[in-house]
C-alpha cells in the first residue's frame, strides 16, 4: 500500500468516526491539525508518515466524551493501524504520541514520558488550534455544550490544577484561557510553532480586554 492510500484510508476512516462529534473536536479540528502539522514539518526534520497519521488519529476518542477514559483512543487508533499491515514501529510510535501529547498529562508529574520530535510538531499544531480566533470559538462552542456559564467574577481561575482537577473542571468558560489557552504560547516545542502561537495569544489578550469592557457595560 502507497502512503497516499495509507493517509486517505486513515482520513475516511477518522471522517466516519467524528461525523456526530462536538463542533471542537470534529473532522474540521483534525483537519486543520493535520494541515498545521505539515506546515511545521516544512523546518524540522521528521518522519512525515508519523506525523501525519497521528495528526490524523490524535482525537479519534478524546476522553472528554468517553468518560475520562484515556486508553480508548490509543486502542482504537492501534487497532486501525494494525489493520493497515503498517510496521510495528510505526503503529508504537503514532500511539505514544497519542498518549502524550495532551495538555491535561502535563499537569501530572507522575506520568510516563515520551519524547520524539514528531511528537513536538503534531503537540504544537493541536495546541495552535487550540488558541487564537478559533481557539476561542472551539472554547465557548465547548462550554456551550457543556451548559457552563460564560464568566462568573465571583469564581476565580484555578492556576495550580492538577490533573483530576482539571478533568473534572465545571467553571466558567472565560477560567479556561486562564487556566489552559494563555498558558500554551510558553510550551510550545518547535520555533514555527512559537513563531504561529505568538500572534494569536495577542488575539486572545485583545479579546479578553474588549470582553471584560462590554461585561462592565464600559
Do not use: C
Not at 472554547?139 to 482539571?166: A, C, Q, V
Not at 520555533?191 to 457595560?217: C, I, P, S, V
Request: glycine content about 6%; proline content about 3%; charged content about 25%.
Amino acid at each position: 500500500m502507497s502512503q497516499d492510500q495509507l493517509i486517505q484510508n486513515t482520513i475516511t476512516f477518522v471522517k466516519e468516526e467524528l461525523q456526530n462529534a462536538e463542533g471542537g473536536h470534529d473532522w474540521f479540528h483534525i483537519e486543520r491539525v493535520f494541515n498545521t502539522a505539515k506546515l511545521i514539518s516544512q523546518n524540522e526534520e521528521v518522519d512525515s508518515l508519523v506525523v501525519q497519521l497521528a495528526a490524523l488519529l490524535h482525537d479519534i476518542a478524546d476522553p472528554k466524551f468517553y468518560d475520562g477514559d484515556e486508553s480508548v483512543g490509543a486502542k482504537m487508533a492501534r487497532d486501525f493501524l494494525e489493520g493497515q499491515n503498517l510496521d510495528i514501529k510505526i503503529v508504537d510510535h503514532v500511539v505514544n504520541i497519542i498518549q502524550h501529547m495532551s495538555f491535561k498529562n502535563s499537569l501530572d508529574k507522575s506520568s510516563a514520558t515520551f519524547s520524539s520530535i514528531e511528537l513536538e510538531v503534531v503537540q504544537d499544531a493541536d495546541r495552535l488550534d487550540a488558541i487564537g480566533a478559533i481557539g476561542i470559538a472551539r472554547t465557548f462552542n465547548y462550554g456551550g455544550f457543556k451548559n457552563r456559564p460564560l464568566y462568573d467574577p465571583n469564581i476565580p481561575p484555578n492556576l495550580n490544577m492538577t490533573k483530576e482537577e482539571y478533568k473534572n473542571s465545571k467553571a466558567p468558560t472565560i477560567n479556561h484561557f486562564y487556566e489552559k489557552l494563555l498558558l500554551l504560547h510558553e510550551k510550545m516545542n518547535t520555533e514555527t510553532g512559537k513563531k504561529l502561537a505568538q500572534q494569536r495569544h495577542q488575539f486572545m489578550l485583545d479579546y479578553l480586554e474588549q470582553f471584560y469592557k462590554e461585561w462592565n457595560g464600559e
